[in-house]
């Protein structure tokens, strides 16, 4: 997973997520998946903003592919579904992933595939895109959670995938499961909080956060996404106070930067 972020000011509280996910160095996920089909293989390309090192490593392991097959060419998708995950290219992670688990059929290949399409579908700005990323990850943590009902981590980024569906409740459901089995949960907290301030349900947002913030008070994201629901239910001072903690937590100019236009807005 990647620590770094980009700078980004957010407008939205969805954004808030990216922004602590994304690289500074912005790797644009042009692509392997833009007709729709995340079956048809993804094609070569430069690369553009990934480091040399990783281009050509990446290079390497596509022609190792292409010129073999059985086991050792699912070795190569394991190899090329890491890298891709490195250069922050998410469906072609998710494409090669899918072809190594189909292979090996293994849980830890089913966590990897599974990852990956989830990985695809947080930064899928397409909606048709984002329902089939989700419906594929889906099938993995399904299979997961079968052999193993106890990986909450799993279950709850399970629930998240729900949301792009018509049936978004059974993702608040499993949330709310998760949290029943593990009320401390920072995930199914934070996701859950998340989602009471996009449904304009500020006061059980806060009382989400709060929990979360109890939990772990280094939770920046957490303590951000606090000021946003102060903020948007009126409580200039709390929202204030909450932004300013931000700044303190974390001194990356991304956060410093989200932060302090919160701030400007409170004026």
Do not use: C
């Not at 912005?26 to 690369?47: E, F, R, W, Y």
């Not at 995938?161 to 049936?167: K, P």
């Not at 199914?188 to 301030?197: T, W």
């Amino acid at each position: 997973m990647f620590k770094s972020r980009i700078i980004l000011l957010v407008a939205s509280v969805v954004l808030i997520v990216v922004l602590f996910m994304l690289p500074k160095v912005v790797v644009k996920n042009d692509d392997q998946l833009a007709t729709g089909d995340s079956t048809a293989m993804p094609q070569v390309d430069p690369h553009g903003a990934a480091p040399v090192t990783l281009q050509q490593a990446i290079a390497r392991m596509r022609s190792g592919h292409g010129a073999s097959s059985g086991e050792k060419s699912a070795i190569f998708a394991d190899s090329l579904a890491d890298l891709y995950w490195e250069a922050g290219k998410f469906d072609s992670a998710a494409w090669f992933a899918n072809e190594a688990a189909t292979f090996f059929n293994t849980m830890e290949s089913w966590i990897k595939a599974g990852d990956s399409y989830y990985q695809a579908y947080t930064f899928s700005l397409d909606q048709l895109k984002q329902n089939e990323l989700a419906e594929r990850a889906r099938q993995y943590f399904s299979m997961i959670l079968k052999s193993n009902p106890g990986n909450l981590e799993v279950k709850t980024k399970m629930a998240m995938t729900y949301l792009s569906t018509a049936n978004p409740m059974q993702g608040i459901t499993l949330l709310r499961e998760v949290l029943a089995e593990d009320p401390k949960n920072e995930s199914a907290l934070f996701n859950l909080g998340m989602l009471s301030i996009q449904s304009g349900q500020y006061d059980r947002a806060i009382e989400r956060l709060k929990e979360l913030t109890e939990v772990n008070p280094k939770h920046v994201q957490g303590q951000l996404l606090l000021g946003v629901a102060y903020k948007n239910k009126g409580n200039k001072k709390a929202a204030r106070e909450q932004f300013e903690k931000v700044k303190q937590l974390d001194p990356d100019p991304a956060v410093q930067a989200t932060a302090d236009s919160y701030l400007k807005d409170l004026k």
